[in-house]
């Protein structure tokens, strides 16, 4: 990926991209966020080798778009749909490895 990509990505110019990667400038976490959504990787893949060590996460693969997923589900109030939404998840998974 280029650095323009890379810009055009997390909403920064190229110029400032070269910079992050020359360490002449910081990095701000609000952009660590946008380069972790745009890649749909965890925030902590930025972290790695930084300061000790830290536990792994319970669930690994929870990266920015199943975040996502979890946070709209949370903002259902009837309890019948989030059942069935829930049902419907489990059952779609257990279709996806059979």
């Given amino acids: 990926m280029s650095q323009r990509q890379t810009g055009?990505?997390?909403?920064?110019?190229?110029?400032?991209?070269?910079?992050?990667?020359?360490?002449?400038?910081?990095?701000?976490?609000?952009?660590?966020?946008?380069?972790?959504?745009?890649?749909?990787?965890?925030?902590?893949?930025?972290l790695e080798g930084v300061g000790p060590t830290l536990p792994q996460p319970v669930w690994p693969e929870l990266n920015q778009r199943n975040i996502a997923i979890v946070k709209a589900l949370s903002t259902v109030q009837d309890q019948k749909v989030?059942?069935?939404?829930?049902?419907?998840?489990r059952a779609l998974a257990e279709e996806q490895f059979s």
């Fill in 82 to 89: 989030r059942t069935a939404l829930r049902i419907l998840i």
């Fill in 8 to 46: 055009e990505l997390i909403g920064v110019s190229y110029q400032q991209v070269q910079k992050y990667e020359q360490g002449k400038n910081r990095i701000s976490l609000a952009i660590l966020v946008r380069a972790a959504e745009a890649m749909d990787a965890p925030l902590s893949f930025f």
